[in-house]
């Protein structure tokens, strides 16, 4: 048996005026996701456990089939395992975004989208400047970068509140800056290398160009080093992790499934859709599951983008559903899942701890025949599960052969 788990992170959204009271799901042209739901088994599934913040990094562990609430940290220390950096009990790691700030207010929490190239030349001098013995700076990719810190002590640090940047899109900063036992510590750092961006060349050329300057950095999703189990003594087999993001890449590495890497995957809207199904698919030869994430459909919806998010959702579901659909009708020992990690509703631009809608088809897979795939028919027949981990049990082992 092959198991496929396509993941378009937040596609869940809620009914828009300006899509004739639709969500995107609805609003889409998604025929191959709809013939999946005609086709299998549909409903709601509760991806974020109770009392724990709904990010990605909490729902692609849930998704994976973890429980979230055990051996889990934080963000960054995920993100920074993707980077080769594999935390010792006396460091935690912290998420370190360019963003731009203007008027004391959050703009952009990835800086305009900044490009790699220009994050790279931004980062290298940071970590010239303020990497020492206590913290150290690693660069990932565009606005996503990791500080890992060293210390005898963790509890003042992860007790120090953080908010994520793109919770507070267009809103004051003052409000939102760290808060607790190490905030003094952070926003020094964060004082110094911001004075730095100011008169950095790559901001001074990007505002000459019209776009918003990297100005600033910000500190959140402070974690020590994570303990998952892995995936093969979980469910009893190898498989891969296919995503442009280091955050899911990272949770992939560190519960031992293959990474791969697609050209031209972006981990945004221009990325390559198809070719993450090609890829993923071709690891089915040595590999019985693979794992698809597509970040661009929850960008979309930080940005508040309606067109570019029902885009990216009809691109999801014509090249990367679309391509799986036509190996699993060659290879019937087939199972398909599709589910968000979480809502990222357009109108809040940010994420939401809301039920998602879920399909899932194949071999020896129930069917319950709704009409296609979308929040407003998931909900017809209610929450089929209670938790991610409900999910994935079901949908790895039931009635397996």
């Known amino acids: 048996m092959k198991y496929i ?23 889409a042209s998604t025929p191959n996701m709809d013939l999946m739901a005609q086709q299998g088994l549909s409903g709601l599934v509760r991806i974020i456990p109770p009392g724990m913040l709904p990010g990605s990094d909490v729902g692609n562990i849930s998704v994976l089939g973890y429980d979230a609430t055990k051996g889990f940290s934080g963000r960054s220390p995920l993100e920074a395992a993707n980077l080769g950096i594999l935390l010792k009990e006396d460091e935690l790691a912290f998420r370190c975004n360019l963003v731009t700030i203007i008027n004391n207010k959050m703009v952009d929490y990835s800086a305009g989208h900044i490009s790699i190239a220009e994050a790279d030349l931004i980062m290298k001098d940071i970590i010239k400047e303020f990497s020492d013995d206590t913290v150290r700076f690693v660069t990932g990719k565009s606005y996503r970068h990791i500080a890992v810190i060293k210390t005898s002590d963790l509890k003042p640090f992860l007790a120090t509140k953080c908010t994520p940047p793109h919770d507070i899109m267009d809103s004051p900063v003052v409000a939102f800056l760290p808060q607790g036992p190490m905030a003094g510590f952070l926003s ?112 979309a919806g930080h940005n ?98």
């Not at 020896?364 to 991610?388: K, P």
């Open 304 to 401: 508040g983008d309606i067109k570019a998010k029902v885009d990216c959702v009809e691109k999801f579901d014509r090249l990367v559903v679309g391509t799986v659909l036509e190996y699993c009708r060659n290879n019937p020992d087939t199972r398909v899942l599709v589910t968000p990690d979480h809502p990222t509703p357009l109108a809040k631009r940010t994420h939401t701890n809301a039920p998602v809608p879920f399909v899932m088809m194949g071999k020896n897979i129930e069917r319950n025949g709704l009409d296609g795939y979308n929040e407003r028919s998931a909900a017809t027949v209610g929450v089929r599960f209670d938790s991610g981990v409900d999910m994935i049990n079901y949908f790895m082992t039931v009635n397996k052969g």
């Open 188 to 299: 020094s750092y964060a004082g110094r290398i911001n004075k730095l961006l100011a008169a950095h060349p790559v901001n001074k050329t990007r505002i000459s160009q019209g776009l918003l300057p990297a100005n600033a950095v910000w500190f959140w999703g402070q974690g020590g080093k994570p303990d998952l189990q892995m995936f093969r003594d979980r469910y009893g087999m190898d498989g891969s992790i296919i995503s442009a993001v280091d955050l899911v890449n990272g949770i992939g590495r560190l519960i031992g499934l293959d990474i791969i890497f697609v050209p031209g995957a972006t981990g945004y809207y221009d990325t390559n859709y198809k070719g993450k199904a090609e890829f993923g698919l071709a690891s089915l030869n040595d590999k019985d599951f693979v794992y698809i994430h597509v970040e661009a459909t929850d960008e």
């Open 5 to 27: 788990i396509l993941v378009p992170d937040g596609v869940a959204d809620e009914p828009l005026k300006e899509l004739d009271g639709k969500t995107p799901l609805e609003f």
